[in-house]
C-alpha cells in the first residue's frame, strides 16, 4: 500500500514561475462541498493552457489548429494535502523541472489564500505533430520560451 504524501502545509515555489489564480466554482465540488478530486486535473489542464496562452505566447489555436501540433500529458503524478471549498481562490504555480528534445517535465502547486497547500503534481509533456502522431523536438523559438520557466 503506498504512504499518503506528508503535509505539506506550505511550499515555495522556486522563481522562475508562471503564476495565476483558480477560482473553485459550483460545477467543481461534489455534494460534500468540496473539490472532486478529478477536477483538480481540469484545473492543472487549464493551467498548462493558460501557460502557453500567456507565458509562453503561444496559445491552442496556433498550437492545435495553426501549426497541428499537440502537447499532450504522458505522465501525472498529484498528492492531495487539504480540502479546497466552493468559493476558494487558489494561487495556481507551474515551474519547469526540465526541458528535453521534445518534453517538458513540469511541477504544479495549488494553494489556497493562506498558503497552504492543497494539491501538487509532476506533469510530463510531449510536443507531437497531430497529423504523424509522434514526438517533434521543440522549434529553437519555442525552446526558447520554456527555458525561461526552467528552475535553475
Known amino acids: ?3 499518503a504524501p506528508a503535509i505539506s502545509p506550505k511550499e515555495e515555489v522556486p522563481e522562475p514561475s508562471f503564476r495565476t489564480e483558480v477560482a473553485v466554482r459550483f ?13 483538480f486535473l481540469v484545473m492543472f ?10 507565458g509562453l505566447k503561444f496559445s491552442f489555436n496556433e498550437l492545435v489548429l495553426k501549426s497541428r501540433w499537440g502537447i499532450p500529458t504522458v505522465h501525472l503524478e498529484v498528492d492531495f494535502y487539504r480540502p479546497s471549498t466552493l468559493g476558494d481562490v487558489l494561487s495556481a504555480n507551474l515551474y519547469v523541472h526540465s526541458l528535453g528534445r521534445s518534453s517538458v517535465k513540469a511541477r504544479i502547486v495549488l494553494a489556497g489564500s493562506d498558503g497552504e497547500v492543497r494539491v501538487k ?7 507531437m505533430d497531430l497529423g504523424e502522431g509522434r514526438a517533434i523536438p521543440f522549434p529553437d523559438w ?7 520557466f526552467v528552475k535553475e
Do not use: S
Open 27 to 39: 460545477e467543481d465540488c461534489d455534494p460534500a462541498g468540496i473539490v472532486f478530486y478529478p477536477r
Open 121 to 127: 503534481g509532476n506533469v510530463v509533456l510531449v510536443l
Open 142 to 148: 519555442l525552446r526558447e520560451r520554456i527555458q525561461a
Open 1 to 3: 500500500m503506498a504512504e
Open 45 to 54: 489542464n487549464n493551467l498548462v493552457e493558460d501557460w502557453w496562452r500567456e
